[in-house]
């Protein structure tokens, strides 16, 4: 019998990504919208064929009235998909709250945290999530606008680290299509239809000018894009792995590159392997393409000696005539490089 195309699209994503083995479990993300119940299904269509056990996982973020029916409609049709239901909830206003990086991006960091948890408790291999075809050419043009570089063009991947993505070569209007044939409802998320949103900007209006007047493949079009520069991101990510630890060392909880050496390499390559660099010591939240190109200004300049710049995450850059130095900020130190705002 012939595999069901969203079930045949999912199947093969595994097959690349290597997960999950025989007997190895994966959690699955679900929202209750239509691309999550979509892959929700396929992959429990897939369980027995692939010998691997599912667990669906439920985030109410508390933020609307409706989202306790959220987690009562997932969890009805995990029972009806026999597939083991884990829900939880969040603090996601008080997140919010603490940190400056405004609602989504609490709701974002809760969800994931949430969903390593699940990951954990039961002891999966992966975490499955359903963004499509549709959101990787959203993701593209929200960084475009913002002014990213390629590795912020090649948007999201089929799997980064614990996360996969089976559906990324899957347009929405397919998974439609799965869920009228297969008779599955879904939930509406109200604030997907916000027109204060920028991503619901380029979804409603954008995109579809895009699709009308230049190319009504524009979609497919975006993704394959973001894929290519995927490939040529990941090259030179690799080169800058290389690069870090051949002129780097580690001092303590520093990390000390060759300032010279950093100077002279291509720029493309000096500003990922800085990147890299900042995600060895501390991670990228905060930075973007201003504190980079500010860094690589003073390793660049005649005499940097004695330098000191504060960046996000509680870090510092210190300078000597050989040595570019990424460490813990010093006590007293409050001010932060100055940054670009554009993306990285």
């Known amino acids: ?78 029972d009806a998909l026999a597939v083991p239901f884990r829900g939880g909830t969040a603090p996601v206003r008080a997140r919010a709250r603490r940190e400056t990086g405004g609602l989504e991006q609490a709701a974002r960091g809760e969800r994931y945290a949430f969903l390593r948890r699940v990951r954990d408790d039961e002891a999966a291999v992966a975490i ?103 490939d040529e991101a990941s090259h030179i990510g690799r080169q800058a792995e290389l690069l870090v630890q051949t002129i780097g060392s580690r001092e303590g909880g520093a990390l000390v590159l060759d300032r010279l050496l950093l100077a002279a390499a291509p720029v493309a390559l000096a500003r990922a392997a800085l990147r890299q660099a900042l995600q060895e010591t501390g991670g990228l939240t905060g930075v973007d393409r201003g504190h980079v190109e500010r860094v690589l200004q003073l390793c660049r300049s005649e005499a940097p000696s004695g330098r000191r710049l504060l960046l996000p995450g509680g870090r510092e850059v210190r300078f000597t005539h050989h040595a570019v130095r990424l460490e813990k900020r010093a006590a007293g130190a409050t001010k932060a490089v100055s940054s670009s705002r554009q993306g990285p």
């Open 128 to 230: 499955a999530v359903a963004h499509t075809e549709d959101d990787q050419a959203e993701t593209l043009l929200l960084r475009l606008l913002r002014g990213a570089g390629a590795s912020g063009l090649a948007a999201m991947r089929p799997r980064s680290g614990d996360l996969l993505r089976p559906l990324l070569g899957v347009s929405r209007a397919r998974v439609l299509e799965h869920l009228r044939e297969r008779g599955l409802g879904w939930r509406e998320d109200p604030s997907n239809a916000d027109p204060t949103h920028l991503r619901n900007r380029v979804r409603h209006e954008l995109l579809p000018y895009l699709e009308q007047r230049f190319n009504p493949r524009i979609r497919e079009a975006l993704a394959r894009t973001a894929a290519l520069l995927a």
């Open 1 to 78: 019998m012939r595999m069901p195309f969203l079930a045949a699209a999912v199947d093969r994503a595994l097959q690349s990504a290597g997960l999950p083995a025989r007997g190895e479990t994966i959690v699955v993300g679900l929202s209750g919208g239509a691309d999550s119940i979509a892959l929700a299904d396929a992959l429990a269509s897939l369980r027995r064929r692939r010998g691997f056990r599912l667990v669906a996982a439920h985030l109410d973020h508390g933020l609307r009235p409706g989202s306790a029916d959220d987690a009562a409609f997932c969890h009805v049709l995990c």
